[in-house]
């Protein structure tokens, strides 16, 4: 059993010494199945450390049989040879750690044996692994609107943004240098919400942007799935593209690479080899591999054809572009899997690295060393992870995952009681509009000083505006603040109910209602933001609870009210594993206050045990 109390997530931070930086921890995700694990890993004869110990403690409820608890029947699995499936060795791996299995009902399992079940697993995993024939494999999806819009700005060299992008929330006002190894003591930022003038930025004329792409159940816009591309959508696709090319604003003052693409060639002897040097350079980068001859050959032709019929050097380019932009080589992200003699696409990884890091196409770096085929070595592939980390272009990472994955867009639409928390609003502004830069500021300067993971639990340290530092100190605002630039300090944390994210005025604010915290709502964020473990929905007939102040249950705490709540056999079980998660933070008020007791009186309790 863990006990949770409110500082619990604080505590964490005793053994963050023990743990690899953010950068490793981040990039190990992405680089999973990109490199083969090495092939010394011999497989191991691991049954009879496994097989015994399973059939005394687990083959009772997971055995041969179709009543198998949870439909996971591990004695066929380990019946004779060592298992193969990954996915289930894993998840008992997983579960044998985390220590939820045996479940509490049945007999503990003795912690010897667990540890040996478990390097045991471990051994048969990697040799499993090694054994697969299976490589994994990117989806095929399209770009989202943000990869789009960095990728064509990249691409052109652009000075100026492509349409605007609301899903930026965090706006800088060049603070951010990742080579520099460190942020500044004091910064100035934007927040989407506070008004337009955040999204006021140089763009280009008469370019609208295509609808925002659905976020997926975990708040995630890249996911391939939701990433098709109707006909209704490829017909938009070709009119942005043609928009971007016949902008007013699009000439030699705001693209880059005007003079080498658009402008007409001193030398107009040879055309066609003009023409095909220009595209040969534009095409590969635009596709991210080598193009074949014949595709080439079509958009060459498509120049030399216009060109002919009377239309200026600088429009047929224009429309070879456009062309390539709308292209399906252009808008869709796919992996070619192994090639001869087993060996994986550079061009592949070169794509996935600069897609996650820069939310856009790879340099000419990056395509250059994966032409050569050495990006899959790992000396190689740790120097250009260095490079693109230092890279300012790492400021796209920080404007979409970080956001997405703590779910931040949700404190637009939280609205605290005006009459409870009158402080909350000044002007047509809100405080929440400051509180969301708070952790996003935590998350670059992690990213960027390469600090321990764990100080997203627990930071010694945060950045705030003036009204938001008066917010958490006096619960006043101050003095008001214009919706501009907003200068925040890096200010020390002397207690631990701060620091981190999770307990971040903006985390516990939207994560509340309009008159009160919601610790379902709070578990439910913890067990899917932190822990990556999502709750179940809930049945569609539960009722809501009654919300009345004033009425026959306004004498009770909110746990005895969840309690009077919830009384089905069906919902029990998730309860169980997110209540008490939410609860632990309910010191934490609707706008992120600290509080000892309810509006009515009674102490609050954030005991609760997993």
Known sequence: MILLSSAAPHRIHQIRAGLRSCRTLWIGCLLCGAVSVSSTVQANDSSDDIVPILRDSCFHCHGQSSEAEGGVDLASAFHATPATNLDLLEQVIRVLEDQSMPPESEAPLDQGDRDQLIRALKQEFEAALVASSERPKTPLRRMNRFQYSNAVQDLLQLNVDVFALPERMCRSYGYFDPGSGHMPEQLKAGSRPLGKSQLISKRLAGVAPFPQDLRAEHGFDNQADHLTLSPVLMKSFMKLARAIVDSPDFSAKTCGSWESLMEPPPDQSDWRAQIDSRLASFLQRAFRRPVPVDVRQR????????????????????????????????????????????????????????????????????????????????????????????????????????????????????????????????????????????????????????????????????????????????????????????????????????????????????????????????????????????????????????????????????????????????????????????????????????????????????????
């Open 299 to 610: 958009y060459s032709d498509h120049v030399l054809a216009a060109i002919e019929d009377g239309t200026s050097f600088t429009d047929a380019m224009k429309s070879a572009v456009s062309a390539a932009l709308a292209s399906p080589r252009f808008l869709y992200l796919y992996d070619l899997g192994p090639q001869p003699n087993d060996a994986r696409d550079d061009f592949d990884l070169a794509t996935r690295l600069s897609l996650f890091l820069w939310g856009s196409l790879p340099d000419d770096e990056l395509l250059a060393v994966a032409a050569s085929g050495r990006l899959s070595d790992l000396d190689v592939l740790n120097h250009q992870l260095d490079r693109m980390l230092n890279d300012v272009r790492m400021k796209r990472f920080c404007d979409s995952f970080p956001s997405q994955w703590l779910q931040l867009e949700r404190i637009i639409s939280s609205v605290p009681d005006p009459e409870m928390h009158p402080e909350f609003y000044f002007t047509k502004y809100r405080v929440s509009m400051h509180m969301m830069l708070e952790p996003l500021l935590l998350f670059e300067t992690l990213l960027i000083e390469n600090r321990s993971v764990m100080e997203l639990i627990s930071s010694d340290f945060s950045y705030r505006s003036d009204l938001l530092q008066s917010w958490y100190r006096t619960g006043k605002r101050g003095k008001k603040a214009i919706p501009v630039a907003i200068p925040f300090k890096r200010v020390t944390l002397q207690d631990e109910r701060e620091g981190g994210v999770i307990t971040t005025a903006a985390i516990m604010t939207m994560t509340s209602n309009a008159t009160r915290t919601q610790p379902i709502t709070r578990g439910a964020w913890i067990a899917s933001v932190i822990f990556n473990d999502p709750p179940q929905p809930p049945p569609a007939d539960v009722p809501a609870l009654n919300e009345d102040p004033d009425g026959d249950l306004a004498h009770l705490t909110l746990r005895e009210r969840l309690e009077a709540h919830r009384q089905r056999a069906d919902c029990a079980g998730c309860h169980a594993k997110i209540d008490p998660l939410g609860f632990a933070l309910e010191n934490y008020g609707p706008t992120g206050l600290w509080r000892t007791e309810y509006r009515n009186g009674r102490a609050i309790d954030a005991s609760g045990v997993l």
